[in-house]
C-alpha cells in the first residue's frame, strides 16, 4: 500500500526550503562588511575598463563593429 502524503506539508517545507535559500543569498550578498564592498566594486570597476578598452567599435552606434 502507499503512503499517504499531505500535499500542504509538502507544499509548506518546500516553500520554507526557499526561503532559506533566498535569506542566505541575502546574507551572503548584504552582510559583508564595507571594506569588502569596495574591494568589489573597485574589482568590478576593474573588469569593466579593462573590458571597454577590448571594445573594437563604440558602443551605441547602432552598427555594430563595422567601419565605414
Excluded: F, T
Amino acid at each position: 500500500m502507499a503512503e499517504i502524503v499531505n500535499l500542504n506539508r509538502v507544499r509548506k517545507a518546500r516553500e520554507r526550503a526557499e526561503a532559506e535559500a533566498r535569506a542566505a543569498a541575502n546574507r551572503a550578498a548584504h552582510g559583508r562588511s564595507k571594506a569588502e564592498r569596495e574591494r568589489d566594486a573597485r574589482a568590478k570597476a576593474q573588469r569593466d575598463a579593462l573590458l571597454d578598452g577590448a571594445r573594437l567599435a563604440p558602443p551605441g552606434n547602432g552598427k555594430g563593429s563595422e567601419k565605414r
